[in-house]
């Protein structure tokens, strides 16, 4: 099994900025992709961005495009988001995720571990 915790979440204004990190732990060497997905109340977990299991890939959600970045340290076995820009809509509970595989996916179900969640909340 593989443990995944974020942290980093928290209350900012409009146009500020977060850095969240997730750190795994347990049976890392299974991990490959992994990504980020972000949940608001009543809505669906949506994707928010994804990199490769060397790191050399991402991908974004085209609402987070040119704002978030997303990158992961292997040898500290520990993935970031850092989120500029940030817009009242961009709050969200924000899961880490980790897959076996090598290639990312931008579905959930793609995704064989997952974290707790941390919270982000962006006034306006």
């Known amino acids: 099994q593989v443990q995944l915790v974020e942290s980093g979440g928290g209350l900012v204004q409009d146009g500020g900025s977060l850095r969240l990190p997730c750190a795994a732990s347990g049976r890392t060497f299974t991990m490959r992709a992994m990504g980020w997905f972000r949940q608001a109340p009543g809505k669906e977990r949506e994707f928010v961005a994804s990199?490769?299991?060397?790191?050399?890939?991402?991908n974004y959600a085209d609402s987070v495009k040119g704002r978030f970045t997303i990158s992961r340290d292997n040898a500290k076995n520990t993935m970031y988001l850092q989120m500029n820009s940030l817009k009242p809509e961009d709050t969200a509970v924000y899961y880490c995720?980790?897959?076996?595989?090598?290639?990312?996916?931008?579905?959930?179900?793609?995704?064989?571990?997952w974290g707790q969640g941390t919270q982000v909340t962006v006034s306006s």
């Open positions: 995720a980790a897959s076996i595989r090598y290639l990312a996916s931008t579905k959930p179900v793609g995704y064989d571990y």
């Open positions: 990199i490769n299991g060397s790191g050399g890939s991402t």
